[in-house]
Structure formats: C-alpha cells, structure tokens
C-alpha cells in the first residue's frame, strides 16, 4: 500500500491523527496486521508518544521508532561537546576541513566523514605503536602523528597495507595483548587514556551504529544506541537523552 504525500507539518498532533486513521485502514484493518512501527526524528517520535499516552488503547497498534540516521546526527554534535576543543579542532584544521562547521554539526557528511577519518588514523596509531613497542618509544600524545596519518590516508591510501596491519592483531593471542596493552596504556598516561576512550568506548558507538544501519544488524544497532545513552545525558543532549531511555524501555516491553 502507498500513501500520498501529505503537505502538512509534520510534528503536529491533528497531521499525526490523520496520518494514523490513514495508515489504520490501509496497513492494520486491510491487511489485517497487529503492529505498525512509525519512524520519524525527536519532535514525531515526542508527538507519538504524547497521542499513545493520550489515547490508550486506541493506539496499541503504533510502535514510535527514532529514527537512526537522526540519532547519528544528533550523536555528532554531543561527542563534540568533550572533543573537540581537547583535540578535534586542531585535527580539522590540520586537515583542511572548515572548522566552524566541524564544531557545529552543520553538515552531517561533512561530519561524518572527519569524525571516521579521526576515529581510523587514532587506531591506526593505536595498533602500530603496539606492534613497535620493542622497536621505538611510545609518544607521549597519539595526536602528534594523526594528522598527518589522516592526510596519507586520503591520497595515498593502501587497504592492503592497512588490512595487513589489522591482521596482525586479529590472532587471539595478538588480540588479548593489544587489549592488554592499550589497558596498560590507560592506567599510566592521562592522555592516552583519553583517546582510548573514544576510539573504544566513545565513538565506537557511533561506528557501529552506522554499521549497523548500513548491515541492517538489529542487535549490533541497540548496543550501540545503549552505549549512546551515557554521552547524551552527560553531555546535556535533552531531547535524546530522554529519547533513548523511552526508547530502551519500549524495546523491553
């Protein structure tokens, strides 16, 4: 079934009824489903929740979603908030990116893309300093080499090469030493410890939400969004903070 394009605003209460008689009778009473999902950004997802509240039982049949690419968007601007000044901002200059559109959000490709090329070149560093510990001293800051990393990547980047390097450390036992290794990191250097954070903890999330939307991995995607929840509340992103708890709520009912 299809429905017409409505020329309305989108996070109003009446658009959202008429939407809802409208999807009732052609996708539940119709073709005699239980459930429907209605994805839509914080404002629609708000309004869902407001007329489920409201009317009951009537409503039992809609399942308020957030939508993923939005919680994306969203997550730019709240890792932002404890990055960007600490490192990101050098990073994008250095980079050549505009760096008020970088610490505001304004494109989220334009985003997307620095975030990604920052988050790789940190593991990249993060993996090569392991595998030559013996050979040369650890940096006192995993920034100093980055932006250079970043720019050898984009114009002479060589996926053999890098798969080369991540292979080195996919055997268990080369595993379980990078961890060890990068743990024992974290406890002596404040620094390191810091960027740990965000290739692993961090950001981590943010790539594996993209994978997950892109490999259409449910589980993978609710880790993800629950790893979230603690930079949203901790960095004053209220719409998503409150968001991403009803969300989990509802998953588990």
Known sequence: AYLEVMDAISDS???????????????IKDQS???????????????LQSLKFEYGKELDWVIPFPGDWHMLMNYQS????????????????????????????????????????VWEALYRVMITTF????????????LTTISEQIMANRTNFNSEAFHKIVSETQSLQKFDEFKAF??????????????????????????????A?????WYLRTACVKQMAPVFTAFDHANYRKLISRHLADLLT
């Open 13 to 27: 209460k009446d658009t959202l009824l008429e939407l809802l008689h409208d999807l009732f009778a052609k996708l």
């Open 33 to 47: 489903r239980e459930y429907l999902v209605i994805e839509g950004d914080q404002k629609l997802y708000d309004v």
């Open 78 to 117: 709240a890792i932002m908030k404890p990055y960007f000044d600490a490192g990101l901002k050098d990073l994008a200059k250095a980079a050549g990116y505009p760096v008020a559109s970088i610490q505001a959000c304004g494109q989220f490709k334009r985003t997307h893309h620095f975030l990604l090329e």
């Open 131 to 142: 595998l030559k510990q013996d050979e040369s001293p650890i940096t006192q800051d995993p």
């Open 182 to 211: 990068i743990q024992e990191l974290a406890r002596t250097d404040s620094t390191w410890r810091f960027w740990i954070q965000f290739v692993f903890q961090d950001f981590a999330a943010y790539v594996g939400l993209f994978l």
């Open 213 to 217: 939307i892109r490999g259409k991995d």
